[in-house]
C-alpha cells in the first residue's frame, strides 16, 4: 500500500506548479519557527505582522535598511550586508534576476524573500502629510469568539456562598472575547486597541465591570531623521542578544541556524494578548549621524500574592509570588489581580555603520512592595527585594562572510543589606562558506546569580541563568534538490533547578536532510535527540540521585502541490523516551493534512485528520496546526486518539474575512480529561474559532 501511495505521488508530480497565496507563504513560516518552541502557549504576533506588511508593502531593495531587512526576519546578517555592498558597488539593482549575481544568495534564499520584495528606481518617500496618512492609511478591525464546548467541572452551577468560599469553580462563563481595532499607515504609523476576556473570567459584571479583562492601547510612529521611532501606551524594546532586556518572544533552536541570532528592533507597538512580556509607558529613539538613544519608561500592575511581614521586615506587606498566567477566573486569582506595581526604566545608547554596531545598555526594574520568594536550595540565588539594576554592552560585525556578534550583561540588587548578582554573556559566529554552506557557533555563559525579568536569550532553560553552553550548527546545499540541516548543542547547569537536585549537563542534536527537486514536491527527514538530567523517581529518603533521561523524535514529512488547487501534506512522527528509574516509552503521531484554495472563489478550506498513540504525556509530540489569523496552534498530542480539525476562510464584500475553525480530539483511552476545575467528563475535548476582519 505504502509503494503504491509513493508511486501516484511520483507520478503526480509531473503537474504544474501553482503560485503560492499570502496565507499559504506566511504559514509555512510560521509552522517552521513554532515546531520547535514545544509549547502550546506561543505567540508570533509579530513574526506575523511584520509578514504581513512586507506582503502588501514590498521593501525596495534599492532603499531597504538593514533594520528593515532584518524584520523578515528570513535572512542572515552576511546576506544583508552582501545586499548593501552591491548596491554601494555598482549602483541600484536593476531587475530582481541580479539577486542570483550575489556571493552569498542561493536560489532557496531568493526564492523565500520574492513576496515581500522588489526593485524600483524611485525612492521612498520619507516625509509624511496627515493629509496623505489618511488617505492611503489602512483600517483593520478584528472580532474573535472562541466558545468551549464541553462542560468543565469550574463552570458547575453552584450557590453563591460556595462560589466566593472556594476556588475550584469560575465566575464568568467559558467563552473567549477579542476584539483588536487598528490604524497604520505603512510602517510609520501604527494606532491600536485591543481588548481580550478569557475564558472563566467575568464580563460586564463582578470584578470586569468595564468588560473585557485586558486592554492595550497604543500609538507608535517610525520613520524620522532625529526622532527615529517613538511609542505612547504599551510597546515592547529589544536591546542586543536579548540577555539584558526583551520584552517579546524570541526564537528558540531550528533547523535554521539563522535562529540562533537576534535581531533587535529597538521599540515595537504592542498588539498581542499575553498579560506580561510588555512595557506600559513611553518610548523614544532619538538618532543623530551614526548614533541613535533609546530611552524608556514604563508602570503597570502585576497579578501577584500579598504577604504580611512578620517584625524582620520593615514594610508591612510583600510578595511572595507573581503570577504570570493572566487569568482572573477565581477567587485565588482574583485576589491577586494587580497586586504590585511594577517600574521599569532604561536606555540603550547605540553606534551603527555599514558593518559595525555596539551598544550599551542599562535597565532599572523595581516593585512598590518587596518579592521575597520562599527560599529553598535551586533558588537560593534568584532576585529578592525592591529593585533590581543591569547594564549591558552588545555588538555585531560582518566582514565579508563573516558576521561575529554576542552581548556582556551584568545585574545587581540588594536584600536584607547584602548584594547580590551575576554576569551574563554571549557570543555567537556565523559564517557563509560560499551560498551552498554556512555555519554558526554560539557561546553562551550565564551565572547562577544573573537575573533578568524580561530576557530571551539563546538558551535551553527558560532564562538566561544557570547555565552554560556551546552551540554548533550548519546549513549545507548538498545538490540541486537536496540540502541537510543540522545541529548540535552541548549545554550544563552549574547549579540546581526545580526539580534537579544537583547540577546537570546535557545535549540536543537535529538533523534534517530535505529532498526539493522544485516548487511543488519536497520530502523531509528529521531526528532530534535530547538527553537531559532529571531527578530519580527511585527515592530512599536520603540524597536524591539525577539521572539521564534520553528522548528520540523521529520525523517524516511529505508536502505535495497536486494542482493550482489543492495541496496535501502527510507526516508520520515517532518518539522515544528512556530514564534508569522508568520503563521505556514510545509514541507515535501521523497527521494528515489537505489544503483546498479553488481559483476565483472566495474561499480556502484546510483539513486536517490525525491518529496518536503515546504511552503517557512524557511522550506528547507538538504539531502545528492552520489557524485563524493572529490565533496559534501547537497542540501536544498524547495518550491514544484521534484529531481532527476543519478550517475554512471566506471573503466577502471586497474587505471582509470569516475564519471558522472546528476540531476535535476524541480519545480512546480516557474516561476523562484533564483535572481540577478544567475537567471534562467523557473523551471528547472540541474547540471553535469564529473570527471576522473588516479591513479598509
Same mark, same amino acid.
Given at each position: 500500500?505504502?509503494?503504491?501511495?509513493?508511486?501516484?505521488?511520483?507520478?503526480?508530480?509531473?503537474?504544474?506548479?501553482?503560485?503560492?497565496?499570502?496565507?499559504?507563504?506566511?504559514?509555512?513560516?510560521?509552522?517552521?519557527?513554532?515546531?520547535?518552541?514545544?509549547?502550546?502557549?506561543?505567540?508570533?504576533?509579530?513574526?506575523?505582522? %511584520?509578514?504581513?506588511?512586507?506582503?502588501?508593502?514590498?521593501?525596495?531593495? /534599492?532603499?531597504?535598511?538593514?533594520?528593515?531587512?532584518?524584520?523578515?526576519?528570513?535572512?542572515?546578517?552576511?546576506?544583508?550586508?552582501?545586499?548593501?555592498?552591491?548596491?554601494?558597488?555598482?549602483?541600484?539593482?536593476?531587475?530582481?534576476?541580479?539577486?542570483?549575481?550575489?556571493?552569498?544568495?542561493?536560489?532557496?534564499?531568493?526564492?523565500?524573500?520574492?513576496?515581500?520584495?522588489? &526593485?524600483?528606481?524611485?525612492?521612498?518617500?520619507?516625509?509624511?502629510?496627515?493629509?496623505?496618512?489618511?488617505?492611503?492609511?489602512?483600517?483593520?478591525?478584528?472580532?474573535?469568539?472562541?466558545?468551549?464546548?464541553?462542560?468543565?467541572? @469550574?463552570?458547575?452551577?453552584?450557590?453563591?456562598?460556595?462560589?466566593?468560599?472556594?476556588?475550584?469553580?469560575?465566575?464568568?462563563?467559558?467563552?473567549?472575547?477579542?476584539?483588536?481595532?487598528?490604524?497604520?499607515?505603512? #510602517? /510609520?504609523?501604527?494606532?491600536?486597541?485591543?481588548?481580550?476576556?478569557?475564558?472563566?473570567?467575568?464580563?460586564?459584571?463582578? #470584578?470586569?465591570?468595564?468588560?473585557?479583562?485586558?486592554?492595550?492601547?497604543?500609538?507608535?510612529?517610525?520613520?524620522?531623521?532625529?526622532?527615529?521611532?517613538?511609542?505612547?501606551?504599551?510597546?515592547?524594546?529589544?536591546?542586543?542578544?536579548?540577555?539584558?532586556?526583551?520584552?517579546?518572544?524570541?526564537?528558540?533552536?531550528?533547523?535554521?541556524?539563522?535562529?540562533?541570532?537576534?535581531?533587535?528592533?529597538?521599540?515595537?507597538?504592542?498588539?498581542?494578548?499575553?498579560?506580561?512580556?510588555?512595557?506600559?509607558?513611553?518610548?523614544?529613539?532619538?538618532?543623530?549621524?551614526?548614533?541613535?538613544?533609546?530611552?524608556?519608561?514604563?508602570?503597570?500592575?502585576?497579578?501577584?500574592?500579598?504577604?504580611?511581614?512578620?517584625?524582620?521586615?520593615?514594610?508591612?506587606?510583600?510578595?511572595?509570588?507573581?503570577?504570570?498566567? @493572566?487569568?482572573?477566573?477565581?477567587?485565588?486569582?482574583?485576589?491577586?489581580?494587580? @497586586?504590585?506595581?511594577?517600574?521599569?526604566?532604561?536606555?540603550?545608547?547605540?553606534?551603527?555603520?555599514?558593518?559595525?554596531?555596539?551598544?550599551?545598555?542599562?535597565?532599572?526594574?523595581?516593585?512598590? +512592595?518587596?518579592? &521575597?520568594?520562599?527560599?529553598?536550595?535551586?533558588?537560593?540565588?534568584?532576585?529578592?527585594?525592591?529593585?533590581?539594576?543591569?547594564?549591558?554592552?552588545?555588538? /555585531?560585525?560582518?566582514?565579508?562572510?563573516?558576521?561575529?556578534?554576542?552581548?556582556?550583561?551584568?545585574?545587581?540588587?540588594?536584600?536584607?543589606?547584602?548584594?547580590?548578582?551575576?554576569? %551574563?554573556?554571549?557570543?555567537?559566529?556565523?559564517?557563509?562558506?560560499?551560498?551552498?554552506?554556512?555555519?554558526?557557533?554560539?557561546?553562551?555563559?550565564?551565572?547562577?546569580?544573573?537575573?533578568?525579568?524580561?530576557?530571551?536569550?539563546?538558551?535551553?532553560? #527558560?532564562?538566561?541563568?544557570?547555565?552554560?553552553?556551546?552551540?554548533?550548527?550548519?546549513?549545507?546545499?548538498?545538490?540541486?534538490?537536496?540540502?541537510?540541516?543540522?545541529?548540535?548543542?552541548?549545554?550544563?547547569?552549574?547549579?540546581? +533547578?526545580?526539580?534537579?537536585?544537583?547540577?546537570?549537563?546535557?545535549?540536543?542534536?537535529?538533523?534534517?536532510?530535505?529532498?526539493?527537486?522544485?516548487?511543488?514536491?519536497?520530502?523531509?527527514?528529521?531526528?532530534?535527540?535530547?538527553?537531559?538530567? +532529571?531527578? #530519580?523517581?527511585?527515592?530512599?529518603?536520603?540524597?536524591?540521585?539525577?539521572?539521564?533521561?534520553?528522548?528520540?523524535?523521529?520525523?517524516?514529512?511529505?508536502?505535495?502541490?497536486?494542482?493550482?488547487?489543492?495541496?496535501?501534506?502527510?507526516?508520520?512522527?515517532?518518539?522515544?523516551?528512556?530514564?534508569?528509574?522508568?520503563?521505556?516509552?514510545?509514541?507515535?503521531?501521523?497527521?494528515?493534512?489537505?489544503?483546498?484554495?479553488?481559483?476565483?472563489?472566495?474561499?480556502?478550506?484546510?483539513?486536517?485528520?490525525?491518529?496518536?498513540?503515546?504511552?503517557?504525556?512524557?511522550?506528547?509530540?507538538?504539531?502545528?496546526?492552520?489557524?485563524?489569523?493572529? &490565533?496559534?496552534?501547537?497542540?501536544?498530542?498524547?495518550?491514544?486518539?484521534?484529531?481532527?480539525?476543519?478550517?475554512?476562510?471566506?471573503?466577502?464584500?471586497?474587505?471582509?474575512?470569516?475564519?471558522?475553525?472546528?476540531?476535535?480530539?476524541?480519545?480512546?483511552?480516557?474516561?476523562?480529561?484533564?483535572?481540577?476545575?478544567?475537567?471534562?467528563?467523557?473523551?471528547? +475535548?472540541?474547540?471553535?474559532?469564529?473570527?471576522?476582519?473588516?479591513?479598509?
Amino acid at each position: 500500500m505504502i509503494l503504491r501511495c509513493l508511486f501516484l505521488i511520483v507520478f503526480l508530480v509531473t503537474f504544474a506548479a501553482r503560485a503560492q497565496d499570502r496565507n499559504e507563504i506566511i504559514q509555512q513560516r510560521i509552522e517552521f519557527i513554532s515546531e520547535q518552541l514545544q509549547s502550546e502557549d506561543i505567540d508570533l504576533t509579530n513574526v506575523i505582522e %511584520a509578514l504581513n506588511f512586507y506582503y502588501d508593502n514590498k521593501l525596495n531593495l /534599492n532603499s531597504a535598511t538593514a533594520e528593515e531587512l532584518e524584520e523578515l526576519n528570513l535572512l542572515t546578517a552576511v546576506q544583508i550586508n552582501d545586499l548593501i555592498l552591491h548596491r554601494k558597488r555598482f549602483g541600484k539593482f536593476i531587475s530582481i534576476y541580479e539577486l542570483q549575481g550575489l556571493t552569498y544568495w542561493d536560489l532557496t534564499t531568493i526564492q523565500l524573500v520574492l513576496p515581500f520584495v522588489f &526593485v524600483d528606481d524611485k525612492l521612498d518617500n520619507l516625509h509624511i502629510s496627515i493629509k496623505e496618512a489618511l488617505r492611503e492609511g489602512k483600517f483593520e478591525w478584528f472580532i474573535r469568539y472562541q466558545p468551549t464546548i464541553e462542560k468543565k467541572a @469550574g463552570y458547575e452551577n453552584v450557590t453563591d456562598s460556595v462560589l466566593q468560599s472556594s476556588n475550584n469553580y469560575y465566575f464568568g462563563n467559558s467563552d473567549r472575547y477579542y476584539s483588536r481595532f487598528r490604524y497604520t499607515y505603512r #510602517s /510609520n504609523i501604527s494606532i491600536g486597541v485591543t481588548a481580550e476576556k478569557d475564558p472563566g473570567e467575568q464580563f460586564f459584571r463582578g #470584578s470586569q465591570k468595564n468588560g473585557f479583562d485586558f486592554y492595550s492601547a497604543h500609538i507608535f510612529y517610525k520613520g524620522g531623521k532625529y526622532l527615529k521611532s517613538f511609542a505612547i501606551g504599551d510597546y515592547q524594546v529589544q536591546v542586543g542578544q536579548g540577555i539584558n532586556l526583551w520584552s517579546s518572544y524570541a526564537f528558540g533552536k531550528t533547523a535554521d541556524i539563522a535562529t540562533m541570532k537576534r535581531n533587535a528592533i529597538p521599540i515595537r507597538a504592542y498588539t498581542s494578548v499575553d498579560e506580561n512580556r510588555f512595557f506600559r509607558g513611553a518610548a523614544a529613539d532619538l538618532g543623530y549621524k551614526n548614533f541613535s538613544l533609546l530611552s524608556f519608561a514604563s508602570v503597570k500592575k502585576v497579578d501577584a500574592s500579598i504577604a504580611i511581614a512578620d517584625s524582620t521586615y520593615d514594610d508591612l506587606e510583600f510578595i511572595s509570588t507573581i503570577d504570570l498566567s @493572566g487569568l482572573h477566573r477565581t477567587n485565588r486569582e482574583i485576589e491577586k489581580k494587580n @497586586g504590585l506595581t511594577e517600574y521599569v526604566a532604561g536606555a540603550n545608547l547605540r553606534y551603527v555603520n555599514s558593518a559595525l554596531r555596539l551598544g550599551a545598555a542599562g535597565v532599572i526594574q523595581g516593585y512598590d +512592595k518587596p518579592f &521575597v520568594k520562599n527560599e529553598t536550595y535551586y533558588n537560593q540565588y534568584d532576585f529578592r527585594g525592591k529593585q533590581n539594576i543591569a547594564a549591558s554592552f552588545d555588538y /555585531n560585525y560582518v566582514f565579508k562572510n563573516i558576521n561575529l556578534f554576542g552581548e556582556v550583561s551584568q545585574n545587581y540588587f540588594q536584600y536584607e543589606g547584602e548584594n547580590f548578582g551575576g554576569t %551574563a554573556m554571549v557570543h555567537g559566529a556565523m559564517l557563509s562558506l560560499d551560498p551552498n554552506a554556512s555555519v554558526g557557533i554560539l557561546y553562551r555563559d550565564y551565572g547562577r546569580g544573573y537575573q533578568t525579568f524580561y530576557n530571551a536569550g539563546f538558551s535551553e532553560g #527558560s532564562n538566561t541563568q544557570n547555565e552554560r553552553g556551546l552551540y554548533v550548527g550548519g546549513k549545507f546545499k548538498l545538490a540541486k534538490a537536496w540540502s541537510l540541516n543540522g545541529y548540535i548543542d552541548l549545554f550544563q547547569f552549574p547549579w540546581m +533547578k526545580y526539580q534537579v537536585d544537583a547540577p546537570s549537563q546535557g545535549h540536543e542534536l537535529l538533523i534534517q536532510p530535505t529532498y526539493k527537486p522544485n516548487k511543488i514536491f519536497e520530502i523531509y527527514g528529521r531526528f532530534r535527540q535530547q538527553l537531559r538530567q +532529571k531527578n #530519580s523517581r527511585d527515592l530512599d529518603g536520603t540524597i536524591t540521585p539525577i539521572e539521564d533521561v534520553l528522548q528520540r523524535n523521529y520525523r517524516f514529512n511529505l508536502s505535495y502541490t497536486v494542482n493550482e488547487y489543492f495541496t496535501i501534506k502527510s507526516r508520520v512522527e515517532f518518539v522515544t523516551l528512556n530514564r534508569v528509574s522508568g520503563v521505556a516509552e514510545k509514541g507515535t503521531l501521523f497527521t494528515q493534512d489537505f489544503l483546498y484554495r479553488p481559483k476565483g472563489l472566495p474561499i480556502d478550506l484546510a483539513i486536517r485528520y490525525a491518529l496518536f498513540d503515546t504511552d503517557s504525556y512524557d511522550t506528547r509530540i507538538y504539531s502545528f496546526e492552520n489557524n485563524a489569523l493572529y &490565533v496559534f496552534a501547537t497542540p501536544a498530542y498524547y495518550y491514544q486518539g484521534s484529531r481532527a480539525y476543519i478550517l475554512l476562510r471566506y471573503s466577502f464584500l471586497r474587505h471582509c474575512n470569516l475564519w471558522v475553525r472546528y476540531g476535535y480530539f476524541l480519545y480512546n483511552n480516557r474516561k476523562t480529561i484533564s483535572s481540577g476545575a478544567e475537567e471534562i467528563q467523557g473523551s471528547r +475535548k472540541s474547540d471553535l474559532v469564529i473570527q471576522l476582519r473588516i479591513n479598509w
